[in-house]
């Protein structure tokens, strides 16, 4: 009874702007076109915007990543653009149909795996299959042998007629997926689709991803972990706060930051002449402390590393551990964000259960 | 211990207050239960609706049926209305159609004039459980206070009828009700709650669709329900049917009664996002519908503004319907109105279910 209601804005739905904007040449290379969407959720005397005019396009054929913190709005995003939520403002096009204007289209042409299974526990996988196939379609003369087909991808055609409670988390989550592809959709939107997995089970997943993109289906997943939008993704978009701060191809992502390795110390305590001295040394980008951590930036780290434990040494102050990596998206993301993926600052942002973000 | 305890209780008091609605409404049950039990079971019985006639011949009207028939007609009752409305009839066949039909309780015949050997004759719509009896001491007071010592014959147009079998006629609705409430809403908000519904709406399934197929599952486990109770009724407490046409005539009852409960609870159920909530308003409407079907007792006992919810209550068309057929042993041309009154209600649930039934997650 407590659900927050959105703001009615209409800005946006022109009727003419947004038939003239969908309209598109087939075979054109993008496949989702976003224009300054926003989301605005009202609750009481609280008003969030999960959502904060973000543009941009999914090109035909990508798997595209929405990389964020928990409550960054990419959930929301995929919720707009799969009809389940109407934007504040601003439009998109799935294809060539608009997401306030033609729903029905767009539902015929994507498959969604949601961030919370809804999967019929109490159903068998087969059971689980058959009836979304019924849902989306799929003509009753191939959907016996499509769902032994996806079984068998999902490697569960063992387990084809146990109920999905008896599944692990994995095996659920492959299901769901793999039910979301059974009607060859256009678009597969994959919601968080490894959280909580264990490593194993992320593993399968991926794969599993990947071979159902080598179908020519355009792939949207959003996570927050970074590994994830590395192995997986074509292109990344990285956001927060409802923003889209950056999209690129992870090379071109990682050289958003000062090239070289970034080096950790642990410290228990800090002497500034340390700091002074090392910013003073050739190679150094940057020198900061987070915490008990001091974070260099160095072009050429295993090189620097020697000099900067002797200068330690020289002020005697103890070290407690050093690490050198080359930076990961992880790095990046601190770089243009000033905070980490999973800071638990976000958490009352997560969406309630079949519920709507707040 | 004591920490722990502690602990709980703030958790739960908190959950408790954070939710005023469930908290009006579990306060509102109590106060529901007071008020519309108290006023379904204990109000008097006024404006019965009775035929009285006079035997032919003679062909005028004898005092003694003017005066009785005046009598009958002012009958108070201290600070209620009063409790026979007397419709006057010249053809004894005619009064007795219209007793059939159910538009009166009773007949009474008056003879030609006061005398030991000539009978008052009553006859009663013996499927009410309580206004025979009423109507009958109502007689016998009239003739007592205008000095005639007729005898009084009572004749039970539907034979003897036990309360079990006046309420169970009504238990057949209230499982109908109880099933669809309990069973088919839970499920269908558990349901939201587990995200099926979610995985729906991204499908291109119409919410025509969605509110069809749930409806008519719904429909097809009430009517499990209300027909088990049936076949309970006949074996238990005696009620007979008289051919297949009756049969199948109280199976289409039950059924158009269960589209039109299915349809209210699903059309309502699709607007609860929890189970708590809709379960305290379920608790409410099987309170406030079943106490006004009938099926305890007459809805002619109930107040005026309680009378209001019966005409609205497809459960007292339903009892009514039910009644008809298997007490009563009337056709389609008497219940006919109970069946179009649920198939209204039923429509217009419908629709009000597919209204109601958020096709997105707003």
Redesign the interface.
């Known amino acids: 009874m407590s659900q927050p209601v959105a703001e009615g804005g209409k800005t946006g739905t022109d009727p003419a702007e947004a038939v003239t904007v969908c309209t598109v040449v087939p075979n054109a290379s993008s496949i989702i076109r976003i224009d300054h969407l926003t989301k605005i959720f009202r609750e009481r005397n609280r008003t969030v915007t999960a959502v904060d005019d973000v543009t941009f396009e999914v090109w035909r054929g990508e798997i595209f990543g929405l990389l964020g913190p928990n409550g960054a709005g990419k959930s929301t995003l995929i919720r707009m653009l799969t009809t389940l939520l109407h934007p504040t403002s601003g439009t998109a096009c799935v294809d060539s149909y608009d997401i306030i204007r033609a729903p029905e289209k767009i539902r015929g042409i994507i498959g969604v795996c949601p961030q919370n299974s809804t999967l019929d526990i109490e159903l068998t996988a087969y059971d689980n299959l058959e009836f979304y196939g019924k849902l989306v379609n799929v003509d009753d003369s191939i959907l016996d042998s499509r769902i032994l087909e996806l079984l068998e991808m999902a490697e569960l055609a063992d387990r084809a007629h146990m109920k999905v409670q008896t599944f692990s988390g994995g095996m659920r989550r492959k299901l769901e997926i793999v039910r979301a592809f059974i009607h060859h959709p256009l678009i597969l939107f994959l919601d968080e689709p490894t959280i909580g997995l264990d490593p194993e089970a992320r593993h399968e997943v991926w794969q599993q991803i990947a071979k159902l993109n080598e179908e020519k289906t355009t792939i949207i997943l959003t996570t927050h972990y970074m590994d994830e939008a590395e192995k997986l993704c074509n292109r990344i978009a990285f956001v927060d706060k409802g923003r889209l701060i950056a999209l690129d191809i992870l090379e071109n992502l990682k050289q958003l930051i000062p090239a070289g390795d970034l080096i950790e110390i642990g410290f228990d305590r800090m002497d500034e002449g340390i700091l002074s001295v090392i910013r003073g040394m050739a190679l150094i980008n940057s020198v900061e402390i987070k915490g008990t951590r001091l974070i260099i930036s160095a072009k050429n780290g295993s090189k620097v590393l020697p000099e900067i434990v002797a200068v330690f040494e020289k002020f005697s102050v103890p070290m407690t551990s050093i690490s050198i990596r080359s930076p990961s998206l992880e790095d990046v993301f601190i770089h243009l964000t000033g905070k980490k993926l999973d800071d638990g600052q976000n958490q009352d942002a997560k969406p309630a259960r079949g519920g709507i973000p707040r | 211990m004591i920490r722990g305890a502690v602990a709980i209780f703030k958790r739960d008091f908190k959950k408790f207050l954070s939710n005023p ?1 469930v908290v009006i409404m579990t306060l509102m049950m109590p106060i529901m239960y007071l008020v519309i039990f108290g006023n379904a079971f204990g109000g008097t019985i006024s404006h019965v609706p009775v035929g009285v006639v006079q035997e032919v011949p003679p062909y005028n009207d004898t005092p003694l049926f003017t005066s009785a028939a005046a009598a009958l007609n002012h009958i108070p009752q201290k600070d209620y209305p009063k409790l026979l409305d007397v419709t006057v009839y010249t053809d004894e066949k005619k009064a007795k159609q219209d007793l059939a039909r159910g538009l009166i309780s009773a007949v009474i015949v008056f003879p030609s004039e006061i005398s030991n050997d000539h009978a008052v004759r009553l006859y009663v719509d013996s499927s009410n459980s309580i206004i025979p009896a009423l109507v009958e001491s109502a007689v016998r007071g009239v003739l007592a206070s205008l000095g005639a010592h007729n005898p009084v014959t009572v004749n039970k147009i539907y034979g003897d009828i036990k309360y079990i079998q006046f309420f169970g006629v009504g238990v057949i609705m209230m499982a109908i009700f109880t099933s669809t409430m309990f069973g088919g809403g839970i499920a269908l908000i558990r ?15 119409k919410r025509t669709s969605i509110i069809a197929g749930i409806i008519s599952s719904g429909t097809v486990r009430a009517f499990i329900a209300g027909f088990t109770i049936f076949l309970i009724d006949i074996l238990i407490t005696g009620i007979t049917i008289q051919s297949v046409e009756v049969f199948l005539l109280v199976l289409l009852v039950i059924l158009i009664a269960c589209i039109g409960v299915t349809s209210l609870v699903v059309s309502f159920a699709s607007r ?3 189970q708590q ?1 809709y379960a305290s308003v379920v608790a409410f409407l099987n309170l406030i519908l079943f106490m006004t079907s009938g099926a305890f007792y007459p809805v002619i006992g109930m107040p005026d503004w309680l009378r209001w919810i019966t005409i609205i209550n497809p459960e007292y068309y339903g009892v009514d319907a039910l009644r008809g057929i298997i007490l009563r042993g009337q056709g389609l041309d008497v219940i006919g109105m109970d069946l179009i009154a649920l198939l209204i209600f039923s429509g217009a649930m419908f629709i009000l279910g597919i209204a109601t039934y958020r ?4």
């Open positions: 609605f349901d939201r709650e587990a995200g099926i519904h979610e995985g729906y709406l991204v499908t291109p399934v609860f996002s929890a909530e096709r997105t997650l707003e």
